[in-house]
Structures are given as structure tokens and as C-alpha cells.
T-cell receptor, first 112, second 113 residues
Framework: DTAVSQTPKYLVTQMGNDKSIKCEQN?????MYWYKQDSKKFLKIMFS???????INETVPNRFSPKSPDKAHLNLHINSLELGDSAVYFC???????????FGPGTRLTVL | KQEVTQIPAALSVPEGENLVLNCSFTDSAIYNLQWFRQDPGKGLTSLLLIQSSQREQTSGRLNASLDKSSGRSTLYIAASQPGDSATYLCAVRPMEYGNKLVFGAGTILRVKS
């Protein structure tokens, strides 16, 4: 059973396109996160939702918009993709805010 | 601003050797510290979580210590195996922003058989 799943695993697209990455967790957790891992392998948080409410919004271009239809899902929509958006995007979840975070397998986004 | 540094950036050891990975953080005001493992092309697997009030945690051949006052943590791996080869990431949860993790750049470990 996959605890935190992401789709797609790989995404290759042209500059200027709009794309979405989906995340689902079946752990019954209240809090979900999106992280970006750049080419230097640094993981940085982008967003965090607790019970469908946005609680963290780091300095991320407003082309990135998270959407949480329910507690088990946190999708990431990206408008007008740019070359610099190429990275691996990880979704994670935790039972509550300070608990252990469980990560999905990542989505490798390549913008051409 | 919290910053996390991991040393060394890469490490190659023969099978069976005991090894230590180091993590340092600039602000001691943290809720906890977590060690993760990342395999190529895969997500992160949580290895150990140490609360700020704890000094160490153990799981199998892994032992993580935390010295909050000096801003340091170590991950000790006993009797290393080729299957331990991966990138090891250290992350702290700052008290100022308790709902996010601040990661180090990781240590790439290779255990040779």
C-alpha cells in the first residue's frame, strides 16, 4: 500500500505551458506539504496545508498554486512554466504539524 | 534564518566499516531534528526523529545524537553494508516556523563491497 503517492512521476513540457502534479496520502494525516528539490539537491518547502487550510506559503512565484480538495489530497498547479521550474517536486504528509513527515516518490519536472 | 550544513558532502567506505555523518544547524531553537535517506530517483525515507528534549535515538544499526546547545547532530551507522548506499539528509524543524523542515544538502554515502 502506497502511503504518499504522486502523479505523474515524470513530466516533460514546453516553456509557457500549464501543468498539474497530484498528491494523495492514505495515512489519515491532517497536514500535507510540497517541497522542491533543485539541481543542487537542496530540498526547500513551498507550501503546507493543515486540514485543507494553507499554513505556509514560502517565497514562491504566484504561478504556483496549491489546491487541497480534501485532507487526503494536495495538488500543485503551475502556470506559464519556466526553465527554472525544472526540479523534482516532493509531496509529504504528517499526522499533525510537528510530527514525522512521510514523503512521496517525487515528480521530476523538466521544462524545455 | 536557520541554516543546516552536512559534512562530508560525500563519503566512500568499505563494507563493514562504522561511520559517522555530521549535521550542524545555526539556530538551536528547534522542535526536533530528523534524519532521512534518499535513494536515487526515489522519495525520502524517515530514519530517525529526535525531539529537542532528547539526546539520541536508535534504530537497528543506526544511532542519531543531538546536542541542541551546540547545534550539532551525528548519525552513526554501524557495520555498514552496500545497501546503505544512499544520500542521507538532515532536517530541523525550527520553533519559529514549526510547520516546515529546513534541510541540509545531504551526504552521499557509498559502501563498497
Amino acid at each position: 500500500d502506497t502511503a504518499v503517492s504522486q502523479t505523474p512521476k515524470y513530466l516533460v513540457t514546453q516553456m509557457g505551458n500549464d501543468k498539474s502534479i497530484k498528491c494523495e496520502q492514505n495515512l489519515g494525516h491532517d497536514t500535507m506539504y510540497w517541497y522542491k528539490q533543485d539541481s543542487k539537491k537542496f530540498l526547500k518547502i513551498m507550501f503546507s496545508y493543515n486540514n485543507k487550510e494553507l499554513i505556509i506559503n514560502e517565497t514562491v512565484p504566484n504561478r504556483f498554486s496549491p489546491k487541497s480538495p480534501d485532507k487526503a489530497h494536495l495538488n500543485l498547479h503551475i502556470n506559464s512554466l519556466e526553465l527554472g521550474d525544472s526540479a523534482v517536486y516532493f509531496c509529504a504528509s504528517s499526522l499533525t504539524v510537528p510530527d514525522t513527515q512521510y514523503f512521496g516518490p517525487g515528480t521530476r519536472l523538466t521544462v524545455l | 534564518k536557520q541554516e543546516v550544513t552536512q559534512i562530508p558532502a560525500a563519503l566512500s567506505v568499505p563494507e563493514g566499516e562504522n561511520l559517522v555523518l555530521n549535521c550542524s544547524f545555526t539556530d538551536s531553537a528547534i522542535y526536533n531534528l530528523q534524519w532521512f535517506r534518499q535513494d536515487p530517483g526515489k522519495g525520502l525515507t524517515s530514519l530517525l526523529l529526535i525531539q529537542s528534549s532528547q539526546r539520541e535515538q536508535t534504530s537497528g544499526r543506526l544511532n542519531a545524537s543531538l546536542d541542541k546547545s551546540s547545534g550539532r547532530s551525528t548519525l552513526y551507522i554501524a557495520a555498514s553494508q552496500p545497501g546503505d548506499s544512499a544520500t542521507y539528509l538532515c532536517a530541523v524543524r525550527p520553533m519559529e516556523y514549526g510547520n516546515k523542515l529546513v534541510f541540509g544538502a545531504g551526504t552521499i554515502l557509498r559502501v563498497k563491497s
